[in-house]
């Protein structure tokens, strides 16, 4: 089993920065596929970011490309996503994701096995 707590979600003005965190239990962190997830309210969940076991390879939905970056530090059993230029409608909850599948990254969100609980982020204007 995978235990995954998300942190790092705030209120922020648009324009400004922020950085999700996400820790991971158990000791096959380094083998498995993370992504990034966030549900604005009313909407679906929705796929943002995606990075491999080795962090060499990271998809991204295009609505965050050139404005978010996913990364993971394998020694901290951590992943990463720093937003930058948030905008009003970048305003959800995000969720990190665990996927013990065999590809690099994965965009859709019934590839993953385990879930964070969710971290809210504000972006106010």
């Known amino acids: 089993q995978v235990q995954l707590v998300e942190s790092g979600g705030g209120l922020v003005q648009v324009g400004g920065s922020l950085r999700l965190s996400c820790a991971a239990s158990?000791?096959?962190?380094?083998?498995?596929?993370m992504g990034w997830f966030r549900q604005a309210p009313g909407k679906e969940r929705e796929f943002s970011a995606s990075i491999s076991w080795s962090g060499r390879s990271t998809s991204y939905a295009d609505s965050v490309k050139g404005r978010f970056t996913i990364s993971r530090d394998n020694a901290k059993n951590t992943v990463y996503l720093q937003m930058d230029s948030l905008k009003a409608e970048d305003t959800a909850v995000y969720y990190c994701?665990?996927?013990?599948?065999?590809?690099?990254?994965?965009?859709?969100?019934?590839?993953?096995?385990?879930w964070g609980q969710g971290t809210q982020v504000t972006v106010s204007s």
């Open positions: 994701a665990a996927s013990r599948g065999s590809g690099r990254t994965y965009t859709n969100q019934a590839m993953y096995d385990y």
């Open positions: 158990g000791r096959t962190f380094s083998t498995l596929v």
